[in-house]
């Protein structure tokens, strides 16, 4: 099938690292962000990935010519932010094949299982599928009502404790059908908001829930977190795993690591403490120096007997 994933955000809330660098291209382990995003599809099921994206766009042309991914990759450049679908709409161009396309969220590093969704999208006839998870606290997000049957009747925008009808969200993949996306509106708006809804009162959406892990890798702490993940599902082909951390290959450890992910290349001196902490390819931790819920930065300098929290460091800074 054809893939589209949305990552047209400029990942402010990453910077510095998101400056002058694309998001999708950041390493998350082993693989960029955007791989890690594409790989919970089964090899099997992809065509083509269309990346929806207005910002990196010459260094994502250039990575994608470089690279050998196992399926082909096309961009679809928005000169002004769309919404998501605006977004959809204006990737329609670059689609292949038929049947339903697969939308995802390019910050989600989750274990959802888009085969289960591809059967229950088929075996409801529904129009749209959306793979669904489930929070405590539905009050920050918008949550759907699910029948038995496996389709959706309606949408709730943020309930007030105690109001909502649902604990289920939208987990930020949906398989859609080829005739609701040749009627999308070129113009700016939303899927969540002004597509799904209308869907949902026809009784032509579907969902379905998924468990394991759901982790949006656009902040800090969810970066971090997102790292975790990967480490603890072995979501990884170089480098090997110590305890709770990985260590890219030729990664040097005189220290003590812990919830960590190390880039290759990277050296940790003797005595340093890292606690939930990414460092990047070709990072100096110098000795002594204590991390905590740190991102560091390609080939970026800490200096001896740092003691540092909740930092991201430039690619190449120094602290």
């Known amino acids: 099938m054809d893939v589209i994933v949305l990552a047209g955000g400029f990942g402010t809330r990453l910077r510095p690292w998101t400056e002058g660098r694309a998001k999708p291209l950041l390493p998350l382990l082993d693989k960029t962000l955007l791989e890690r995003v594409v790989e919970a599809v089964p090899p099997e099921m992809v065509d083509r990935v269309v990346v929806a994206a207005g910002y990196g766009i010459d260094e994502m042309e250039s990575f994608f010519e470089g690279s050998s991914m196992p399926y082909e990759v096309v ?29 995802l969220n390019g910050d989600l590093i989750s274990s959802v299982d888009v085969a289960a969704l591809a059967v229950h999208h ?42 909502e009808f649902s604990n289920l969200i939208n987990a ?17 708006h939303s899927m969540e908001r002004e597509v799904f809804p209308g869907l949902a009162e026809t009784g032509e959406m579907a969902g379905l829930a998924f468990t394991g892990y759901f982790v949006d890798a656009g902040t800090p702490d969810s970066f971090i ?46 005595g340093a403490s890292l606690v939930d902490c990414v ?25 001896e007997d740092s003691e540092l929290s909740d930092l991201v460091l430039g690619h190449g800074d120094s602290a």
């Open 75 to 103: 961009l679809s450049i928005e000169q002004e932010a769309m919404g998501t679908g605006g977004a959809v709409a204006l990737a329609r161009q670059h689609l292949s094949g038929e049947g339903p396309v697969l939308v």
């Open 122 to 163: 088929a075996a409801t006839g529904a129009k749209a599928t959306l793979s669904l998870w489930e929070v405590k606290d539905p009050s920050r997000f918008g949550v759907c009502d699910l029948d038995e049957t496996g389709m959706i009747g309606r949408f709730q925008e943020k309930p007030k404790p105690g109001t």
């Open 172 to 188: 930020g993949c949906y398989l859609i059908e080829r005739d609701v996306l040749s009627n999308l509106s070129s113009d700016k």
């Open 225 to 270: 977190e997102a790292a975790q993940v990967c480490i603890a599902n072995g979501r990884h082909d170089t480098g090997h795993i110590q305890g709770d951390c990985w260590f890219g290959d030729e990664s040097v450890c005189l220290g003590e690591v812990s919830g960590s992910a190390i880039g290759p290349e990277s050296t940790i001196g003797e």
């Open 279 to 303: 460092v990047l390819e070709g990072a100096r931790i110098g000795a002594r120096a204590k991390l905590n819920r740190c991102l560091v930065g390609m080939g970026a300098t800490i200096s």
